[in-house]
T-cell receptor
Framework: SQQGEEDPQALSIQEGENATMNCSYKTSINNLQWYRQNSGRGLVHLILIRSNEREKHSGRLRVTLDTSKKSSSLLITASRAADTASYFCATDDNQGGKLIFGQGTELSVKP | DAGVIQSPRHEVTEMGQEVTLRCKPISGHDYLFWYRQTMMRGLELLIYFNNNVPIDDSGMPEDRFSAKMPNASFSTLKIQPSEPRDSAVYFC??????????????FGPGTRLTVL
């Protein structure tokens, strides 16, 4: 069963703009992770936020988590063409920790 | 470290043939995962191992799929016989521990399988 679902499915912005992607999930979680996938490549871990955290930063990335709404957002500030990729949220199944991935948001940053 | 290594990177085969995908996890990682990615179903977990032992194979689609991990540095995913609907990108990933609170998963580059 799918746990995380990203929104929007696709996002196109200009270089320098901010990009915001959202993730909703269904059951309680221990943690939520965000991954990036460049075309033709494997997924790369970006950031992890624990269920008792509300916000986390890493470079140009800002992640928020609202457990009451079962949602998370990933903000990429001052986007670059190199940020063009698909972004996935992943949540644990609250039983053993295996990750369940959403369908992803396809981000296109135009130079 | 070279990261997770998968081979082959691309595989084209005919329906009915046996396909074997290979994975070498990062040294020292206790967990190994096999995923399948398609446009229709996204990224699906097929099976994962802990210390070479299969823990959860509930994602394996059917008996035509089998996975083994004979030692800590090698795993295979086999499809026999293959069907066109098996066409997908298959990823192998490894992590230090299963707890998502501690460890990220490291993905290989994937094997793009096309079954004609």
């Amino acid at each position: 069963s799918q746990q995380g679902e990203e929104d929007p499915q696709a996002l196109s912005i200009q270089e320098g703009e901010n990009a915001t992607m959202n993730c909703s999930y269904k059951t309680s979680i221990n943690n939520l992770q965000w991954y990036r996938q460049n075309s033709g490549r494997g997924l790369v871990h970006l950031i992890l936020i624990r269920s008792n955290e509300r916000e986390k930063h890493s470079g140009r990335l800002r992640v928020t988590l609202d457990t009451s709404k079962k949602s998370s957002s990933l903000l990429i500030t001052a986007s670059r063409a190199a940020d063009t990729a698909s972004y996935f949220c992943a949540t644990d199944d609250n039983q053993g920790g295996k990750l369940i991935f959403g369908q992803g948001t396809e981000l296109s940053v135009k130079p | 470290d070279a990261g997770v290594i998968q081979s082959p990177r691309h595989e084209v085969t005919e329906m009915g043939q046996e396909v074997t995908l290979r994975c070498k996890p990062i040294s020292g990682h206790d967990y190994l995962f096999w995923y399948r990615q398609t446009m229709m179903r996204g990224l699906e977990l097929l099976i994962y191992f802990n210390n070479n032992v299969p823990i959860d194979d509930s994602g394996m689609p059917e008996d035509r799929f089998s996975a083994k991990m004979p030692n800590a540095s090698f795993s295979t995913l086999k499809i026999q016989p293959s069907e066109p609907r098996d066409s997908a990108v298959y990823f192998c990933a490894s992590s230090l521990s299963l707890s998502a609170s501690r460890d990220e998963q490291f993905f290989g580059p994937g094997t793009r399988l096309t079954v004609l």
